[in-house]
């Protein structure tokens, strides 16, 4: 870490008084993303002093679980203020805390942003956080033997209503029909519960993502997406991926299936992206940058995410579909983050981007580091703030 001449704080003299007493713990960002200036709240968040951290790269000390640097830019750029719930904020020095950040211009300095970090006071609100996890984690576990012990018997039913068709009438035979056509798609449903639970770490290996896009591509067309047309658009030169692409290619095909779905019997556009961006990080709460420069975006002009679970639709079992079962965003975000890459989605009406940001292959090879934990993803997707 560069650490120059140290900065100037730009606060004059007689805003030093309010800047001390903030209670909230409150920091001073300068044009070219270093600390200016931290107030005693914040020395006392970061268990640093500010002359410790002055001069340093702000996301270098504020170690946030989240890609902020595009929108942190952004919102400077265009002097508006930008509010993130819900993000995992540490300093390397302490446990991370799940806070809200809001972050605004200093009004009379020129590119200056000051950043303010409210925690979560509420003790309970972690706890809460936590039990509705592992509350989710159970249900899981639960759908998942219930799956596997309503399968036997199910197979069961199918084959008696499959004997007695023999020697039925027509009429008659409508409704064992019945009977096997909706056991079959119980069956379903409860194989894609059992995958869930199950889904094993990815076997990572060098995977060429436009193969990946194509595959899903093809078998769309053939199948569930007939009816839409999927546009190419792809960086020839994006590098190999570090991947299972086994996975990755379940990840795009519950992508462009959801999109499909979205579009209805009419149709639509769906159009695969990808782009290479050099500079997108996601910031663990240790303090360490991981590059995720692969980005693949699935992007479609259907109606958007209904409104009433748009914050929610990587929950399992959150569906605003008549037969849906909730499972499909939860699975692909799964896989994301076994993957220790990043989903993020933006929606409104006739535009809903699906983004996946994923390590390069030849970044692996050389951090040799054993594979890391799964990030916890914040709540709220961060691009969706600014
Ligand atoms: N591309 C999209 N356009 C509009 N809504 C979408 C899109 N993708 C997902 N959704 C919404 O998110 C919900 C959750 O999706 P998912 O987790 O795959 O579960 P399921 O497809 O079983 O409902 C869907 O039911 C749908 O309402
Ligand atoms: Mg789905």
Same mark, same amino acid.
């Given at each position: 870490?560069?650490?120059?001449?140290?900065?100037? #704080?730009?606060?004059?003299?007689?805003? +030093?008084?309010?800047?001390?007493? !903030?209670?909230?713990?409150?920091?001073?960002?300068?044009? %070219?993303?270093?600390?200016?200036?931290?107030?005693?709240?914040?020395?006392?968040?970061?268990?640093?002093?500010?002359? &410790?951290?002055?001069?340093?790269?702000?996301?270098?000390?504020?170690?946030?679980?989240?890609?902020?640097?595009?929108?942190?830019?952004?919102?400077? %750029?265009?002097?508006?203020?930008?509010?993130?719930?819900?993000?995992?904020?540490? #300093?390397?020095?302490?446990?991370?805390?799940?806070?809200?950040? $809001?972050? &605004?211009?200093?009004?009379?300095?020129?590119?200056?942003? =000051?950043?303010? =970090?409210?925690? +979560?006071?509420?003790?309970?609100?972690?706890?809460?956080? $936590? #039990?509705? @996890?592992?509350?989710? @984690?159970?249900?899981?576990?639960?759908?998942?033997? !219930? &799956?596997?012990?309503?399968?036997?018997?199910?197979?069961?039913?199918?084959?008696?209503?499959?004997?007695?068709?023999?020697?039925?009438?027509? $009429?008659?035979?409508?409704?064992?029909?019945?009977?096997?056509?909706?056991?079959?798609?119980?069956?379903?449903?409860?194989?894609?519960?059992?995958?869930?639970?199950?889904?094993?770490?990815?076997?990572?290996?060098?995977?060429?993502?436009?193969?990946?896009?194509? +595959?899903?591509?093809?078998?769309?067309?053939?199948?569930?997406?007939?009816?839409?047309?999927?546009?190419?658009?792809?960086?020839?030169?994006?590098?190999?991926?570090?991947?299972?692409?086994?996975?990755?290619?379940?990840?795009?095909?519950?992508?462009? @299936?959801?999109?499909?779905?979205?579009?209805?019997?009419?149709?639509?556009?769906?159009?695969?992206?990808?782009?290479?961006?050099?500079?997108?990080?996601?910031?663990?709460?240790?303090?360490?940058?991981?590059?995720?420069?692969?980005?693949?975006?699935?992007? %479609?002009?259907?109606?958007?995410?209904?409104?009433?679970?748009?914050?929610?639709?990587?929950?399992?079992?959150?569906?605003?579909?008549?037969?849906?079962?909730?499972?499909?965003?939860?699975?692909?975000?799964? =896989?994301?983050?076994?993957?220790?890459?990043?989903?993020?989605?933006? #929606?409104?009406?006739?535009?809903?981007?699906?983004?996946?940001?994923?390590?390069?292959?030849?970044?692996?090879?050389?951090?040799?580091?054993?594979?890391?934990? &799964?990030?916890? +993803?914040?709540?709220?997707?961060?691009?969706?703030?600014?």
């Amino acid at each position: 870490m560069s650490v120059s001449a140290p900065p100037v #704080s730009p606060l004059p003299a007689r805003d +030093r008084a309010l800047w001390s007493s !903030l209670p909230v713990p409150a920091v001073l960002v300068g044009p %070219d993303g270093r600390i200016l200036d931290i107030n005693a709240a914040a020395e006392g968040f970061l268990n640093a002093s500010s002359k &410790a951290v002055c001069g340093a790269p702000v996301w270098d000390m504020i170690a946030v679980d989240a890609p902020l640097e595009e929108a942190f830019s952004r919102a400077r %750029d265009s002097q508006t203020t930008l509010f993130v719930n819900d993000v995992d904020v540490g #300093s390397g020095q302490r446990a991370p805390l799940k806070s809200q950040l $809001q972050i &605004a211009p200093l009004v009379g300095a020129e590119g200056v942003m =000051i950043v303010m =970090i409210s925690p +979560r006071e509420l003790a309970g609100r972690m706890t809460q956080n $936590q #039990s509705v @996890k592992s509350a989710a @984690k159970s249900a899981i576990g639960m759908a998942e033997m !219930l &799956a596997h012990e309503i399968k036997n018997p199910l197979a069961g039913i199918t084959g008696a209503a499959q004997l007695l068709s023999m020697n039925l009438t027509s $009429q008659d035979i409508e409704l064992t029909d019945l009977i096997v056509a909706e056991s079959r798609r119980i069956v379903k449903l409860l194989e894609q519960v059992e995958q869930f639970g199950n889904l094993t770490q990815p076997e990572r290996g060098a995977v060429n993502l436009h193969d990946v896009l194509d +595959r899903a591509r093809r078998s769309a067309l053939l199948g569930f997406g007939a009816q839409m047309k999927i546009i190419e658009d792809y960086d020839p030169s994006l590098p190999l991926a570090w991947g299972d692409k086994d996975q990755l290619l379940q990840v795009v095909l519950n992508l462009v @299936k959801n999109a499909s779905e979205a579009a209805g019997e009419g149709g639509g556009t769906i159009r695969l992206h990808s782009f290479y961006e050099h500079s997108y990080r996601l910031r663990r709460a240790d303090g360490q940058g991981v590059p995720l420069p692969l980005q693949i975006e699935v992007i %479609d002009d259907g109606p958007g995410l209904p409104e009433h679970i748009a914050g929610d639709v990587f929950e399992p079992f959150v569906s605003g579909r008549e037969n849906g079962t909730g499972l499909g965003l939860a699975l692909v975000s799964k =896989i994301v983050s076994e993957h220790g890459g990043w989903i993020a989605v933006t #929606s409104t009406p006739g535009h809903t981007a699906f983004r996946i940001s994923l390590p390069r292959a030849d970044a692996q090879a050389k951090n040799t580091s054993p594979q890391r934990p &799964a990030p916890q +993803r914040p709540d709220t997707p961060p691009e969706k703030e600014s």
